[in-house]
């Protein structure tokens, strides 16, 4: 989704999900407020991401899923140079496969 793309009506969104109305009341209310979408009473609401938006929630959730399994590597039992070196071999196995 682009920058003004019009988001489906609350009741629209919660028919095809198969959702109480209250949930996507209140999902679009969270992502008002981190400033990803804008509501206007009466109007659709629509994708209203911040310069820079796409690249920090992009960063936000790498960093998260890196920090899974960084702590998934250390419950395997796996120190940091083990870890290194599986990273660096799948890194270079996967180069070109994107």
């Not at 009741?11 to 992502?31: I, W």
């Not at 938006?53 to 083990?82: C, F, Y």
């Amino acid at each position: 989704m682009q920058p003004g793309d019009a988001l489906p009506s609350r009741r629209v969104l919660s028919a095809k999900l198969g959702v109480n109305p209250n949930t996507v009341q209140k999902a679009y209310r969270l992502l008002e407020e981190e400033g990803l979408i804008l509501s206007r009473s009466g109007a659709k609401s629509e994708v209203a991401l911040p310069p820079g938006g796409v690249e920090a929630i992009r960063s936000q959730l790498l960093e998260q899923e890196v920090a899974g399994l960084v702590q998934s590597l250390r419950q395997a039992g796996l120190d940091k140079d083990a870890a290194l070196a599986l990273f660096g071999r799948l890194w270079t196995e996967t180069e070109g496969t994107t």
